[in-house]
């Protein structure tokens, strides 16, 4: 009884290990600027459209002034970094250690490991402004839903969700705006925070416009309590 070690539960062991996760990516990037984060599936290969369209993305929004944070792994992701980097912008990878992700992409300015998603996730939304959402799977989705349940709770600063892809995204959004929406599950969506954009610049050039007209979010960035 008493002992230290009988206390060192795996559960204890896993909330250190989040704890000081967090603790490392908000030091690392306190001072990385106005940030907008892109979402998409890592399955997504380099020949594909939406690879070519989060690259695009990526550079605009770093000759843009903004900074690009990303998962930090192949597909949609290396893409958004891709095109980030090689603009000259600051490019963020936030790495989730996984079996099919087992390294992150060269095209990062600061990459982060995690071992832990609930950590990762936190970053995500503590140290972005807005969200760029490409195609992708049950991870896309959680990161895109959590992002919105956020803004909706006033957990986080309101911010542009914008999916790219209306072949994609079409559907889902429909089924949000007719079975969500329509029976009052969710407060009413404003069309100049959600919506669908096939275009790369015209995604890009909302956001420039959005912060020009609302300042003040751009300071609480950083501040957000969650």
Do not use: C
């Amino acid at each position: 009884m008493g002992n230290n070690k009988e206390m060192a539960t795996p559960v204890i062991q896993q909330t250190t290990q989040i704890m000081s996760e967090m603790v490392h990516a908000a030091e690392t990037l306190s001072k990385i600027g106005p940030a907008i984060s892109v979402f998409g599936s890592a399955r997504i290969p380099p020949g594909s459209p939406y690879y070519a369209m989060s690259e695009e993305i990526g550079a605009l929004l770093a000759k843009a002034g903004f900074t690009v944070i990303a998962g930090g792994g192949p597909g949609i992701m290396q893409a958004a970094n891709k095109g980030a980097y090689e603009a000259g912008g600051t490019s963020i990878g936030l790495h989730i250690k996984l079996k099919t992700e087992s390294k992150a992409n060269p095209y990062l300015s600061i990459n982060l490991p995690f071992q832990h998603f609930v950590s990762r996730k936190a970053t995500f939304f503590m140290h972005s402004m807005a969200y760029i959402v490409l195609p992708g799977g049950f991870g896309t989705l959680d990161e895109l839903f959590e992002a919105l349940t956020l803004m909706q709770t006033g957990k986080v600063p309101v911010g542009p969700v914008i999916l790219v892809g209306s072949d994609f995204w079409g559907g889902l959004y429909e089924w949000i705006v007719e079975k969500l929406q329509a029976t009052q599950l969710i407060n009413p969506l404003d069309p100049e925070i959600f919506f669908i954009e096939d275009s790369p610049a015209h995604a890009v050039e909302h956001m420039q416009r959005f912060y020009k007209e609302h300042p003040g979010i751009m300071e609480l960035q950083n501040n957000s309590p969650i």
